[in-house]
Nanobody, 115 residues
Framework: QVQLVESGGDLVQPGGSLRLSCVVS????????MDWFRQAPGKQRDLVAT???????DYTDSVKGRITIPRDNAKNTIYLQMNRLKPEDTAVYYC?????????WGKGTLVTVSS
């Protein structure tokens, strides 16, 4: 059973920075496609960033230039480094892994951007 546990969500002011972490219970980060999704109140869950096993990355347009998705394979951890945060970044952020065709999700961590 693969478990994903997110942490790092917090209340932050506009323009601030935050780093989310996702620790995976098994040593799969090095071979899995890892993503971060987010779900704002009353809205659908949307893809924010993707990191593949060969270290290619992709980002939704609204976060390009502000957010990165570094990974630490040795720690079985994927991060979401968020800079220059905006109120519209407020959401529950979910970590996702696709491993041998199966999807695994964390329970989410809340990010609130407000003054």
């Amino acid at each position: 059973q693969v478990q994903l546990v997110e942490s790092g969500g917090d209340l932050v002011q506009p323009g601030g920075s935050l780093r989310l972490s996702c620790v995976v219970s098994k040593n799969i980060v090095r071979v899995a496609t890892m993503d971060w999704f987010r779900q704002a109140p009353g809205k659908q869950r949307d893809l924010v960033a993707t990191s593949t096993a060969n270290n290619s990355t992709d980002y939704t347009d609204s976060v390009k230039g502000r957010i990165t998705i570094p990974r630490d394979n040795a720690k079985n951890t994927i991060y979401l480094q968020m800079n220059r945060l905006k109120p519209e970044d407020t959401a529950v952020y979910y970590c996702h892994a696709r491993y041998y065709g199966l999807d695994y999700w964390g329970k989410g961590t809340l990010v609130t951007v407000s003054s």
